[in-house]
């Protein structure tokens, strides 16, 4: 039986059947890296609350550990009391950075901001993989990342009148993970249930794809 990828977590669980993508949450003064995977980024909530160089210094470090997944989460949100320039500022350093070390790819948190990083990606010609986690805007704004190669990460399904419930049953199934993010209230088989129930498939079958995605489009070091 294939385990359950929480694609997105910020909640450290030792659940055995599921394979969890840790956030590092840089809004907490001690940072620790699990033994699982991980990513690393300055979330744009935090901007002026962390030291930015040491974060950097951070992911200069640890980017080669077989562990670090992505560079994450970054981006652009504008209902943050973070000042909206200072945020796409860092968030350019970022995706330089990125280009820089050669890391693969990008966990995106976007509110009310994606066209705005459509455009920074555009004008920094970002090449690698772009997941847009928590995904929750339209199908039309989920057609316009074509031009990247860009997966979605959806983890809104068991809310009402959520536009996740329509999105998820519109893309390639090869290019939907699921996820938990911070929250507490559904676990991440309460999620991959939803989701099977909206995808007309089920969870087994579910569980098989979400897995081969994951195998045939991370770079990934692990017994899967």
């Known amino acids: 039986m294939n385990k359950y990828i929480d694609f997105h977590t ?8 599921i394979i969890s993508i840790y956030i590092v949450s840089n809004g907490k003064k001690n940072l620790s890296l699990p033994d699982s995977y991980y990513c690393l980024g300055i979330h744009p909530w935090y901007i002026e609350s962390i030291n930015k160089s040491e974060i950097y210094n ?11 997944f992505a560079l994450g989460e970054i981006g652009l949100d504008k209902i943050s009391n973070t000042d909206y320039k200072l ?13 820089e070390l050669k890391i693969k790819t990008l966990i995106v948190h976007s509110v009310k901001a994606y066209s705005d990083i459509l455009s920074i990606l555009k004008n920094l010609n970002w090449t690698g993989k772009l997941v847009l986690h928590g995904f929750n805007s339209t199908y039309e704004m989920a057609k316009s990342f074509d031009q990247f190669e860009t997966y979605f990460s959806f983890g809104f399904l068991l809310y009402k009148k959520s536009k996740a419930q329509d999105v998820i049953t519109k893309l390639p199934l090869n290019k939907v993970f699921l996820e938990t993010d911070d929250q507490k209230i559904y676990s991440i088989k309460d999620i991959y249930h939803q989701a099977s129930i909206l995808l007309n498939i089920t ?10 995605s994951f195998k045939n489009n991370f770079t990934i070091e692990a017994n899967l």
């Open 10 to 17: 910020h909640i450290n669980q030792q659940d055995k059947e």
């Open 87 to 99: 945020q796409t500022q860092i968030f350019e350093e970022q995706i330089h950075l990125a280009q």
């Open 203 to 212: 969870e087994e079958s579910l569980r098989s794809t979400i897995m081969n």
């Open 58 to 68: 951070l992911i200069k470090k640890e980017y080669l550990n077989k562990n670090f």
